[in-house]
């Protein structure tokens, strides 16, 4: 089964990247709807929108709804839970009884499971009790279904991210987080987004990755001087309890 990744879209209605954050995202639906075979799903790892106004949802959603295939989407610290729900409710997949962004879905023989790290007044990433014991429900209810964890924020310390490696406001919560996955025997992979470029790391047995910003004004990703400019997603290939993942460079140009 394949899986993409799109993250750190920050579509922003006002602003001078405004229109080239629009046309990366676009860009990007229409490289993943021509990807054959399709995926069965899109997972967008969080900061859909750059200030979190209605516009920046109204602005995402329409290019979003442009995908073949379903997405299901998690917050980042520049979303804001009440103007994510209101854009994203009409999907149906977000649980109307959480007060955080967390929720699985079925995807065949595939769990997906959304862990929602938005610290509302920091950047870094927060999980607490109360997320602790929605998750262990959310991972524990059907333990023998391969599962595929995603976030915004990565709870373990990335190489060469300079400044901070651990993306979380408190190394506690990013501990207890770990150790959570880690308990779900079905897992199959972890994926995140947050530092706006693709890391690697092993965690609870498995690995954790992060994808690059689809915004290409903001991406940190290495990439030769003749790609600079292209967004890039991942493709994850689940296979049994296995995940193998690689990046796509999306095509040059305007939509």
């Known amino acids: 089964m394949l899986v993409a990744q799109i993250s750190d879209t920050h579509i922003q209605t006002r602003g001078p990247s405004a229109r080239s954050r629009l046309d990366d995202l676009a860009r990007t639906v229409a490289s993943i709807n021509a990807l054959r075979p399709r995926p069965a799903a ?70 997906i499971v959304s862990i ?35 976030l915004h924020h990565a709870p373990a310390p990335l190489p060469d991210i300079g400044g901070q490696p651990l993306q979380f406001r408190d190394p506690r919560g990013a501990a207890a987080l770990a150790r959570c996955i880690a308990e779900c025997p079905g897992l199959v992979g972890v994926v995140a987004g947050h530092v706006h470029s693709t890391r690697m790391v092993a965690l609870a047995g498995t690995v954790l990755s992060t994808a690059p910003s689809i915004a290409t004004d903001l991406s940190k990703e290495r990439l030769p001087a003749r790609h600079v400019g292209r967004p890039v997603y991942h493709l994850h290939a689940v296979d049994g309890r296995r995940m193998a993942s690689a990046s796509v460079l999306v095509e040059a140009g305007s939509l």
């Open 42 to 111: 899109v997972l967008h790892t969080g900061d859909v929108a750059h200030d979190a106004t209605p516009s920046d949802y109204e602005a995402a959603r329409a290019i979003l709804s442009r995908l073949a295939c379903p997405l299901y989407a998690t917050v980042g610290n520049r979303d804001r839970r009440g103007a994510f729900r209101q854009a994203f409710a009409p999907d149906g997949y977000l649980r109307h009884d959480a007060g955080f962004v967390q929720y699985a879905v079925d995807l065949g023989r595939l769990r």
């Open 116 to 150: 929602d790290t938005l610290d509302a007044g920091n950047k870094l990433g927060e999980f607490c009790g109360e997320r602790e014991a929605d998750l262990r429900g959310l991972l524990g209810t059907q333990q023998e279904r391969p599962t595929l964890v995603f």
